[in-house]
């Protein structure tokens, strides 16, 4: 039987890279986003790209059920969808603060119960993958509401995996730093914002989603069968070392 992955904001630089990585290891992998048209425009109309918005309980449960009918029931989850909302409190209005939690927090939320609720029916095991951020585990400027969404993605991520570790469902996440994906690049798009950005980390540079989607697709994996409600760092020290100041 064909390994099944159900992969959540494949259109971006994240998901695409995931993407690469789980068809290279043999998964077969069901491509969600908001747009069917950017899905078929990156993967090809032959792939299984299913427009949701997995924001809301319906989009998810949708998603869901597209993949079982089309391919099967997925046993692995990879929630790759999200935003970034670089703004300080003061800055930020009611509506780009719910924005901000739909995208990252509600949409994690449905989906992986979704999910959950698919393996649990079936009495199948599985694995999910979840995407916070080092905003989430240290303080940085003007990232509070992204640091709140995707705080609650951690806290999702550790009781759903002592809710469902009895059903041999693992759940885990990962947590990176910046990343060289298109969204950051209209973050840090000049080449003088770049430098400072990488000389913040002490393992200097931007991350490389490559090597992110090769510990995501690790975790879903058997070589990750003993691991579950474990928050993995990818930020080049950012979240626990200080930088050698010079």
């Known amino acids: 039987m064909a390994a099944i992955a159900l992969l959540t904001g494949a259109s971006g630089g994240v998901g695409q890279a995931l993407a690469a990585e789980l068809r290279r290891e043999g998964w077969t992998v069901a491509l969600v986003g908001r747009s069917l048209e950017r899905l078929q425009a990156i993967y090809g109309a032959d792939a299984l790209c299913i427009e949701a918005d997995v924001s809301t309980p319906e989009g998810a449960q949708f998603a869901l059920e597209q993949c ?48 959950v609720e698919g393996l649990r029916q079936a009495r199948e095991p599985g694995a999910a ?88 697709a690790w975790l879903l994996s058997d070589k990750a069968g003993w691991i579950t409600g474990q928050v993995w760092a990818m930020d080049g020290g950012f979240s626990s070392i200080r930088p050698l100041v010079k």
């Open 68 to 115: 079982q009918r089309e391919i099967g029931l997925p046993t692995a989850l990879a929630h790759c969808a999200g935003t970034t909302l670089l703004s300080p409190l003061h800055r930020t209005t009611p509506e780009l603060y719910r924005s901000c939690l739909r995208a990252n927090l509600d949409s994690a939320f449905f989906m992986l119960s979704a999910f």
């Open 129 to 216: 993958v979840l995407v916070s951020s080092v905003v989430a585990r240290i303080g940085v400027a003007n990232h509070e509401a992204i640091a709140i969404a995707k705080a609650g993605v951690e806290g999702l991520v550790r009781s759903a995996a002592a809710t469902y570790a009895p059903s041999r469902i693992r759940i885990n996440a990962v947590a990176p730093g910046i990343m060289d994906t298109p969204a950051v690049a209209r973050i840090i798009g000049s080449e003088a914002s770049r430098a400072g950005a990488a000389r913040q980390y002490p393992l200097p540079g931007i991350g490389d989603p490559v090597d992110l989607a090769r510990l995501m």
